[in-house]
C-alpha cells in the first residue's frame, strides 16, 4: 500500500526521490519522508500530509543516496513519529517499508527486554532495532545483520535501506509485496513501481519473495535469497512513457482514465479481434501483447471474423503432457473467479458471459474470503482465474498460491506486465489499458470485462455458439470504442446537471439486474469511494426485500435498464420506487422514450447485445461519481483512507 523509493547515483537523490514519490503517492499519502546520507551524516525529513508538504522541507537535501516513503497507515496514526523512514538510536542507516510485521509484538518485547527503547507505534519501527540489535550483539555487516533479521519475521515486506556507514549502497528486499530495481549508467534506482523512475530508465530487475539486491554505485548488483544463495535474474526492457503517467491536461487522473477508455479498449482488443472484412477496423492488426508460445492457433475466420489470444494458446503442463490453456479451459468442469473491489466486480460480468456462452458452471469469489476457507478444488477439474490491475493485490496473489498448491491450473487478468501474479500464474492475458492512477478504477473494469467477454467467445467458438453469434458479438467488442465515445460527448453535460441536483445526498441505490447487476454494485462503490456518499447495489429484485424501507422523496435511485431480455421487470422495478415518492435516474438505450415519463432524468447511450452492456453502462456512473465528488471538494484521485494496489491483508 505504501509507495517506496530509493537511489544511489550520481545525481541530487532528493530531487529524484521526490519525484518518484509524488508519482506513487496513490499507494498512499498519510505523511512522507526521506532520508539522504551526505558527509557520513544522516539527513531526515518527515511530514505529515501529502508529498507536497514533504517537498517544501526537503528539496533542499544535499546528498547522492537515499530513500523515500509515502504512507498509508497500518499501525499506528499519520504523525511524524511513525512516518518513514525508520533508524536505529545511533541513526547509521535509514529504512523505508511496505507491508504488514504481522509478528511485531512479539519482536518488540523482545528487544524491550534486550534494552531498545521504541519512539513509534509502528512495525516498521521494530524490524529497524532488530536488525540494529542483530548488527551490533553478532558484530554483522548490516547486509549480513539485514539477512538475517529478514528470517525472523512473519508477514510481508518490500523495504529499502541506505546506510551512513556504507553511502555507496542500498539493500532492497521483498516478501509479498511489490519491490524492482532500476538499472541506469553508474546508478541505480529501488521502487514499488516503475512509474517513480521511468524517466532515468527502463532497464528494471523484478524482485521475487524471498530475494535480496544490494546494489552498488560503481560495483553493480548483486542478488541472492535469503538463505545467501546468489541469483542471476534477468534484466527487462519495460515499455510505456513518461505521459501515460502524467494528467495530459486533465485536472485529475480518475478524469484522464475515464475519457481514456476508447483508446485503453483499442490497445486491450488491439490484434485479438480483427474484423476482416473491415479494412479499417481499428482493432485490425496481428497479435500483440499476450504471453504467446510460439505454437498459437488462431480461431478461424468466420464471416470475416476472427478472434485471438495468445496468452491462453501457450502450453502448459508437465514435459511429455503438455496441453494448452485453452484446451484445458474447454475441458474445465468448473470456472472459478477471483478478484477484489472493482476485479470482483468484473469478475461477476465474467460469470454471466462465461455461463451464458461457454456452459460451464462459474463460481466468483472474494479473494480474501477464498484463501482461508479451505475451498475444495479438484486439480483435474477446475481453471482459477485471478484478476488484479496492479498484479499485486495481497489477498488475489494468497488466492493463486492457495489454488497452486491443489495442483490447480491459474490464469492471470492483470494489466500490470512483469507484475507477480503474471510471473506466477501458469499463462494469462494482460489488459494493455495503460498505467491506471486515480484511485477508483475506471478504464481497468471496462479492459478487464473486454477481456473475459473476449475469453468467453474464444472458449465457446465452434463448440457452443453458432458462427453467427461469434461475429455479432466480436463485432460488438469492436464497436465500443467509439460507442463510448459518443456515450460521453454526448451526456457528459446532462450527467454534470444530475450531479449538481444529487450533490447533497446522505444516500442513494444503485439498482440493475442480469449483466448489470454487477455494474449496480460497481456505480455504488466509485459513489462511495470518491464522493463519500453511502452508496449500495442491489439486483433490482432484491430492492422489495429490504431496502425499498429506505426510499424517500431524498434518496436518490440509479437504475440501469436498458432494453434487454429483462427490461420489463426492470421498468417494473422503476414503477415500484415510483410509488414510494422516491427519485429515479435511469440509464438506458438511444431511442426508448418509455421511461421518460417515470425518471427525474433519463441518460441515454448506444444500443449494444447484452453480453457486454456492461462496459457501457458503467462510465455514465463512472462520470457521475466523479463530478458530484469534485462539486463536494473531494480528492477524487487520492480519497481518504485509500489506496491504489493494496499488498497488505
Not at 539477512?147 to 542500498?170: F, H, M, N
Not at 475444495?376 to 489477498?395: N, P
Not at 426510499?551 to 435511485?557: A, G, K, S, T, Y
Not at 463536494?632 to 491483508?649: I, Y
Request: proline content about 4%.
Amino acid at each position: 500500500m505504501c509507495g517506496i523509493t530509493g537511489y544511489v547515483g550520481k545525481r541530487k537523490a532528493a530531487e529524484i526521490l521526490l519525484g518518484g514519490l509524488a508519482r506513487l503517492e496513490y499507494r498512499g499519502y498519510d505523511s512522507a519522508g526521506l532520508a539522504v546520507v551526505n558527509g557520513g551524516k544522516m539527513n531526515i525529513r518527515k511530514k505529515v500530509g501529502k508529498v507536497k508538504e514533504l517537498k517544501a522541507v526537503a528539496s533542499d537535501v544535499e546528498g547522492t543516496v537515499g530513500i523515500g516513503h509515502t504512507r498509508w497507515a497500518t499501525h499506528g496514526e499519520p504523525s511524524e513519529k511513525n512516518a518513514h523512514p525508520h533508524v536505529p538510536s545511533d541513526s547509521s542507516f535509514a529504512l523505508v517499508h511496505n507491508g504488514i510485521v504481522e509478528n511485531y509484538s512479539t519482536l518488540r518485547e523482545m528487544l524491550t527486554r534486550n534494552g531498545c527503547t521504541f519512539y513509534s507505534e509502528t512495525d516498521t519501527e521494530v524490524l529497524v532495532k532488530l536488525i540494529d540489535h542483530i548488527k551490533k550483539t553478532e558484530s554483522l555487516t548490516l547486509q549480513l545483520a539485514t539477512r538475517k533479521a529478514l528470517t525472523q519475521v512473519q508477514g510481508t515486506y518490500g523495504i529499502c535501506i541506505c546506510s551512513q556507514e556504507d553511502p555507496d549502497i542500498l539493500i532492497a528486499a521483498r516478501m509479498g509485496s511489490p519491490l524492482i530495481v532500476g538499472v541506469g549508467e553508474e546508478e541505480y534506482f529501488v521502487a514499488s513501481d516503475a512509474s517513480a523512475f521511468l524517466e532515468y530508465t527502463r532497464n528494471v530487475l523484478h524482485l521475487n519473495d524471498g530475494e535480496m539486491a544490494v546494489v552498488h554505485r560503481t560495483e553493480g548488483h548483486q542478488v541472492s535469497t535469503l538463505a545467501g544463495q546468489a541469483l542471476s535474474p534477468r534484466l527487462v526492457a519495460l515499455e510505456g512513457s513518461l505521459e501515460q503517467i502524467e494528467k495530459g491536461g486533465y485536472k485529475h487522473f480518475m478524469l484522464k482514465e475515464i475519457m481514456e477508455q476508447p483508446t485503453a479498449l483499442l490497445n486491450c482488443m488491439r490484434g485479438r479481434v480483427c474484423i476482416s472484412n473491415e479494412p479499417g477496423s481499428p482493432v485490425l492488426g496481428s497479435q500483440v501483447g499476450d504471453r504467446a508460445h510460439p505454437l498459437l492457433r488462431p480461431a478461424p475466420i468466420k464471416s470475416g471474423v476472427s478472434l485471438t489470444l495468445g496468452g491462453i494458446e501457450q502450453l502448459v503442463g508437465p514435459e511429455g503432457a503438455k496441453y494448452t490453456m485453452l484446451d484445458k479451459l474447454r475441458a474445465a468442469r468448473r470456472i472459478i473467479i477471483c478478484g477484489c473491489g472493482t476485479s470482483w466486480h468484473a469478475g461477476l460480468v465474467g460469470e454471466y458471459i462465461l455461463e451464458t456462452l461457454c456452459k460451464v458452471p462459474v463460481e466468483v469469489e472474494y479473494a480474501s474470503e477464498f484463501r482461508y476457507r479451505n475451498a475444495v478444488l479438484r486439480a483435474d477439474e477446475d481453471v482459477v482465474i485471478v484478476i488484479s490491475q496492479s498484479g499485486e493485490t495481497a489477498d488475489t496473489l494468497a488466492a493463486l498460491r492457495y489454488a497452486k498448491s491443489q495442483g490447480v491450473l491459474c490464469m492471470g487478468i492483470c494489466n500490470t506486465v512483469g507484475s507477480t501474479i503474471a510471473r506466477e500464474t501458469d499463462g494469462g492475458i494482460y489488459l494493455h489499458a495503460g498505467p491506471e492512477i486515480g484511485v477508483a478504477s475506471t478504464k481497468a473494469f471496462t479492459c478487464q470485462v473486454t477481456v473475459l467477454a473476449m475469453l468467453a467467445l474464444r472458449i465457446s467458438h465452434t463448440r457452443t455458439i453458432s458462427d453467427a453469434q461469434y461475429s455479432e458479438l466480436a463485432l460488438a467488442l469492436s464497436s465500443l470504442p467509439n460507442k463510448i465515445d459518443d456515450l460521453i460527448r454526448q451526456n457528459e453535460s446532462k450527467i454534470v446537471e444530475i450531479a449538481k441536483v444529487y450533490r447533497f445526498a446522505h444516500h442513494c441505490l444503485f439498482l440493475g439486474r442480469g449483466y448489470n447487476y454487477p455494474v449496480a454494485l460497481e456505480g455504488a462503490l466509485k459513489m462511495k469511494e470518491i464522493s463519500y456518499i453511502h452508496a449500495e447495489g442491489y439486483p433490482a429484485a432484491e430492492m422489495k426485500h429490504g431496502p425499498i424501507a429506505l426510499i424517500d422523496h431524498l434518496m436518490p435511485v440509479i437504475f440501469v435498464a436498458m432494453k434487454d431480455s429483462i427490461y420489463d421487470k426492470v421498468k417494473s422495478n422503476i414503477q415500484e420506487v415510483r410509488a414510494r415518492k422516491g427519485t429515479v435516474i435511469a440509464i438506458t438505450d438511444e431511442g426508448n422514450d418509455e421511461l421518460d415519463g417515470l425518471c427525474e432524468y433519463v441518460i441515454h447511450i448506444p444500443k449494444v447485445c447484452e453480453e457486454v452492456s456492461p462496459i457501457l453502462t458503467v462510465v455514465p456512473l463512472q462520470l457521475l461519481s466523479y463530478h458530484i465528488a469534485i462539486m463536494r471538494g473531494c480528492d477524487v484521485d487520492m480519497p481518504r483512507n485509500l489506496a491504489k494496489s493494496v499488498t497488505t491483508e
